[in-house]
């Protein structure tokens, strides 16, 4: 019996890179003051974001990057944090009302007011959001506008807003 000359596939190196962080003293002490729990925190961080994606098309998923473009990093996404949906809805808003975002991206940006309907129908579902679910959108768009994300996002195309998609770029990033 000859055994057939398969090419072996090369083992898929694991990503074991070190990160540092600096919690607040108080959460440290609240998960539990290690690294093993802060590790755990982690993880149980990851499964609340996996499981809470909210349910968003192509186009009010670009329209969020679009706005949270000028909050990133900034007091916006702490006041996300805080105060969940509500602040995230009153960028919604006011995205359309000063900036017409919403003709941009569900009508046509000549005629204004033409994506007034679809960006009253993502403010409700944001309104509706969960903390978690904000937090997801906060995790996603900060990836987009993350160099990573800029060098290999084509918003046409690419569901940059999905885990999968997000783990495999940040995966090759690494490699």
Same mark, same amino acid.
């Given at each position: 019996m000859t055994k $057939?000359?398969?090419?072996? $596939?090369?083992?898929?190196?694991?990503?074991?890179?070190?990160?540092?962080?600096?919690?607040?003293?108080t959460d440290r002490y609240i998960v539990g003051g290690n690294t093993p729990a802060m590790h755990r925190a982690i993880a149980c961080w990851?499964?609340?974001?996996?499981?809470?994606?909210?349910e968003l098309d192509r186009a009010e998923w670009n329209f969020l990057a679009d706005v949270l473009n000028s $909050?990133?990093?900034?007091?916006?996404?702490?006041e996300m944090t805080v105060h969940g949906s509500g602040a995230l809805a009153l960028e919604v808003h006011d995205a359309q009302l000063y900036s017409q975002t919403g003709?941009?991206?569900?009508?046509?940006?000549?005629?204004k007011g033409s994506g007034q309907e679809a960006t009253n129908r993502l403010l409700e579902k944001v309104q509706a959001m969960t903390w978690q679910q904000c937090q997801y959108i906060r995790t996603a768009t900060n990836f987009f506008w $993350?160099?990573?994300?800029?060098?290999?996002?084509?918003?046409?195309?690419?569901e940059w807003w999905t885990?999968?998609?997000?783990?495999?770029?940040?995966?090759?990033?690494?490699?």
């Amino acid at each position: 019996m000859t055994k $057939s000359k398969e090419p072996k $596939s090369k083992p898929r190196r694991q990503a074991n890179k070190q990160i540092t962080v600096y919690p607040d003293p108080t959460d440290r002490y609240i998960v539990g003051g290690n690294t093993p729990a802060m590790h755990r925190a982690i993880a149980c961080w990851a499964i609340e974001l996996k499981n809470n994606m909210p349910e968003l098309d192509r186009a009010e998923w670009n329209f969020l990057a679009d706005v949270l473009n000028s $909050s990133y990093d900034t007091d916006l996404l702490m006041e996300m944090t805080v105060h969940g949906s509500g602040a995230l809805a009153l960028e919604v808003h006011d995205a359309q009302l000063y900036s017409q975002t919403g003709d941009k991206w569900f009508g046509n940006q000549l005629d204004k007011g033409s994506g007034q309907e679809a960006t009253n129908r993502l403010l409700e579902k944001v309104q509706a959001m969960t903390w978690q679910q904000c937090q997801y959108i906060r995790t996603a768009t900060n990836f987009f506008w $993350s160099k990573i994300g800029m060098d290999r996002i084509d918003y046409h195309k690419d569901e940059w807003w999905t885990l999968p998609y997000r783990v495999q770029v940040l995966r090759e990033a690494e490699e």
